[in-house]
């Protein structure tokens, strides 16, 4: 029999000319091979799991070696584990059990019944949430009082693609002293395994969006009153678009279907209409189509990716991505809640929120990228606790609220922002503009030696840091600025006097540099840009 080139097939499933009533066998070709291929795959388990194209690496065999991959991290952990992955012992997590569920794409539920079983037949407990964004992990967790969970999807990424994500006991994302051994142990395991039936799933369902909204409403995370006060009014239009993704439903959940919701892209479609399921500009189209021709008061379109960690708004005026409205969810908190806590960003996050908080008087904890790192500061025993902690991806969470990025979150906040406001996002947006003056973020990079991925980028872009001590002037264009701070947290980020700055960071995986920029003047980018490239190179 010949090999089939799995590749190739999803090629012709993402062309313009596919038709999936009549070219739905490509599609059954994949998920058979997903179903029986025996091939090992190359296991690498980061923060945001684990992500294979489904049918050649991410099949129903190599998601049951991950799977057994995690059981064996428990069943050698030591004290220091332990303590990671929030559990004493392997007795505790059988006690406590598993969270399992998966988004919209292809064989999610049969990839969790492969993960249920190895959990089973080691004799803990299975809780099936069936379809989840990735919030409702984290509140199941924490509701259910369960171990850890096992999240089966690849977030944002094309419909080729499935993943593995595990979250320990307090529901964030897993470090990398959990994630690496998962990953060890896969790749130990992978070449050897013997694929193993199966039998009879006996796991306990469980209803996410009720935990959810419960857990929502126990922590007093989102003033639900003053929301549906807003909604009940004739003045408002709000839109989102799910894009096929496991978000669909919620909000009208959460909201108690509200006559001035508009669903955009609930079919099921685990292809998503052929288009990149991500938050983006393009995306935004079905939205701005009806929002420019309503005539209400107030205005809010929101947009998800698959799994419901990343969120992007448009209001009628514009589209305010994560750097423009984490800096309005700060304020919020700060000015009309009045909470008291930090703001947590990422380091190549705008800086706009950090003007912000440096003019109320609180303190910024700038982590670098990747969602773990706001852990210390959303723990429940955190002191102090983020008001908000968001990165440039688009995610975002807040006080009391998951670990994960939660894109519900981001929703209920924004509305409940408009509530008590009376301004939509944009209007609110131009008052901070007014009052804190306005930042430019633009983003940019280029591709070096092969030969450099790994400690040799990761050192050369050090080496940075060499020019740009804390009081050094740093040509940008025909204009010399004032080198005012200097972070190393992940990259090399250089803060001019006047607010500007630019980051360097190395791909960890590509020969790729990532250059990441903000300016006062948004004609000065290419200038910061082309600076940031010469100091890569004579570095």
């Not at 126990?218 to 009940?232: A, C, H, M, P, V």
């Not at 990228?369 to 440039?392: H, M, Q, S, T, Y």
């Not at 408009?418 to 131009?430: C, F, I, S």
Request: charged content about 25%; overall charge neutral; aromatic content about 8%.
């Amino acid at each position: 029999m010949p090999t089939i080139n799995i590749s190739k097939i999803w090629k012709q499933i993402q062309s313009p000319d596919f038709n999936s009533a009549r070219n739905g066998q490509l599609v059954e070709q994949v998920k058979r091979s997903a179903m029986t291929s025996a091939k090992p795959a190359k296991v690498s388990f980061g923060t945001s799991g684990w992500r294979g194209e489904i049918g050649l690496d991410f099949t129903l065999r190599n998601i049951q070696v991950v799977a057994k991959a995690i059981l064996q991290v428990y069943r050698e952990a030591d004290a220091a584990t332990f303590e990671a992955l929030g559990v004493s012992s392997f007795e505790e997590l059988q006690t406590k059990g598993l969270v399992v569920g998966h988004d919209n794409r292809l064989l999610g539920k049969e990839f969790c019944e492969v993960v249920a079983d190895q959990f089973i037949k080691a004799g803990i407990k299975v809780y099936y949430g069936g379809e989840m964004p990735t919030p409702e992990f984290s509140t199941a967790i924490e509701s259910l009082s369960a171990a850890c969970s096992v999240n089966i999807t690849p977030s944002h990424n094309p419909n080729n693609y499935n993943g593995i994500k595990f979250n320990p006991a307090d529901g964030g994302p897993a470090g990398p002293e959990i994630t690496d051994k998962i990953t060890k142990n896969s790749n130990a395991l992978m070449e050897t395994h013997t694929w193993e039936k199966p039998n009879n799933i006996n796991w306990e369902i469980i209803d996410p969006v009720k935990i959810y909204k419960s857990f929502s409403e126990k922590q007093e995370t989102i003033k639900y009153g003053r929301i549906l006060s807003l909604l009940s009014k004739e003045s408002i239009d709000l839109v989102c678009d799910h894009v096929h993704g496991s978000t669909r439903g919620r909000p009208a959940a959460m909201l108690n279907n509200p006559q001035c919701l508009i669903s955009l892209r609930t079919e099921t479609d685990p292809l998503f209409g052929g288009v990149a399921p991500e938050p983006s500009s393009k995306n935004l189209a079905g939205i701005k189509q009806v929002l420019d021709a309503s005539k209400s008061r107030f205005k809010l379109g929101a947009i998800f990716d698959p799994d419901g960690d990343r969120i992007r708004f448009y209001d009628g005026t514009r589209e305010i991505d994560m750097n423009s409205f984490g800096a309005i969810a700060f304020h919020y908190m700060v000015t009309w809640r009045k909470e008291e806590g930090v703001l947590a960003k990422s380091v190549a996050t705008s800086n706009f929120a950090n003007i912000i908080a440096t003019k109320l008087g609180i303190p910024v904890m700038e982590t670098p990228v990747g969602f773990k790192n706001f852990r210390p500061w959303l723990k429940r025993d955190a002191n102090p606790k983020a008001l908000i902690a968001f990165e440039e991806s688009d995610g975002i969470t807040g006080l009391n609220n998951t670990l994960e990025k939660d894109a519900m979150f981001g929703l209920l906040i924004a509305l409940e922002i408009m509530a008590v406001t009376g301004k939509n996002l944009g209007e609110y947006l131009d008052l901070l503009y007014a009052e804190y003056g306005r930042l430019y973020p633009e983003r940019s990079g280029f591709e070096v030696d092969k030969s450099l991925v790994g400690e040799p980028l990761l050192a050369q872009v050090a080496e940075i840091a060499k020019s740009a001590q804390p009081g050094s002037k740093i040509a940008i264009g025909k204009k010399n600025k004032v080198v005012r701070e200097l972070l190393t947290i992940d990259g090399v980020k250089i803060i001019f006097d006047d607010d500007s700055w630019m980051l360097v960071r190395p791909s960890g995986t590509e020969p790729k540099v990532r250059i990441y920029a903000e300016c006062r003047d948004p004609e000065e980018k290419d200038e910061m840009f082309a600076t940031a490239k010469e100091l890569f190179f004579k570095g």
